[in-house]
């Protein structure tokens, strides 16, 4: 099954949802190949029960309710209630609502029994998260046991832009890291985790992800919130933002704009019979395959 096609359909053409939707386009055209590899890596079967952790605007759970069918189950869930809503009136708007429904619910305490879901995913969540082992926990709980793990996120290490100010775009990027995000190396981390909690069959892909058009990045990086709460942390001065955002200018206007920042995925699948670790006591680690 490929949903690749399906991101053209998102809720852009619902007035009631505008905003959410211009956001989730625009991710949606630079992670639209990973995406394709984790619904693939979910092994899903028609009638399958799916759980999307972090489902934002209702993308991910709309083409994973095409995938299933009206005979299965998509539940997503987010902490943020207003997208939760406006996941709901996307999936209405793509007419998947008898199926495919959004949740207000904690990562670390999903609301479902244990073993429920045949597959869980979770895309560009635990970089948010204080706690993401407990998070990765209570995810690998509700998936059955031979179900399907798929996570993806960010090493906001690897974030680079080029600039003919590498000094402060280096001090720029390790201030995003250290005083904007919860957890900006998790996409490293994942691999670690699932072979803790002893999963079988894992894979890793690392993709880069590249931006040539300032616009875009400034919406998906936030390049100028990065600037503008640096500034006000006095981790670079007036005068460094000016230059700053002056580079960024010129090389946007001689059409010479790059950056580039990687994300990791990593599927694994759940050992039969719940064998495996319990948080604080890991199994041996498996051999990727």
């Avoid at 793509?94 to 244990?114: I, R, Y």
């Avoid at 400034?218 to 600037?227: E, K, P």
């Avoid at 704009?257 to 599927?267: C, Q, R, W």
Wanted: negative net charge.
């Amino acid at each position: 099954m490929h949903a690749s096609k399906d991101y053209a359909y998102l809720c852009s053409d619902d007035p009631a949802n505008t905003a959410a939707a211009a956001i989730t386009s625009a991710d949606a055209s630079l992670f639209a190949n990973i995406k394709q590899q984790s619904f693939e890596q979910m092994a899903l079967g028609a009638g399958a029960r799916v759980l999307d952790v972090g489902c934002g605007a209702g993308t991910d759970t709309v083409a994973l309710g095409r995938l299933i069918g009206p005979h299965g189950e998509v539940h997503g869930v987010d902490y943020d209630v207003a997208m939760v809503s406006v996941a709901d009136a996307c999936a209405r708007f793509n007419a998947v609502d008898a199926w495919v429904s959004h949740h207000h619910a904690n990562a670390a305490a999903l609301p479902w029994p244990s073993g429920y879901f045949d597959a869980c995913r979770s895309e560009c969540v635990f970089q948010h998260l204080h706690e993401p082992e407990r998070a990765y926990d209570e995810i690998l709980r509700v998936t059955k046991a031979g179900g399907q793990l798929v996570l993806i996120d960010t090493d906001w290490a690897t974030l680079t832009i080029d600039t003919d100010e590498t000094e402060l775009e280096r001090r720029l990027v390790q201030f995003h890291a250290a005083h904007m995000m919860n957890n900006p190396y998790s996409g490293r981390h994942l691999n670690r985790m699932f072979h803790r909690r002893g999963l079988q069959n894992i894979r890793l892909k690392v993709q880069p992800v590249c931006m040539t058009d300032l616009a875009l990045a400034r919406q998906i990086l936030r390049l100028d919130h990065i600037a503008e709460e640096a500034l006000a942390a006095g981790a670079i001065d007036a005068e460094q933002a000016s230059r700053w955002q002056q580079s960024l200018a010129r090389l946007s206007t001689a059409g010479g704009f790059f950056a580039s920042l990687n994300i990791v995925m990593v599927s694994g699948q759940k050992p039969a019979h719940g064998r495996h670790a319990r948080p604080g006591q890991p199994l041996g680690s498996p051999s990727p395959t």
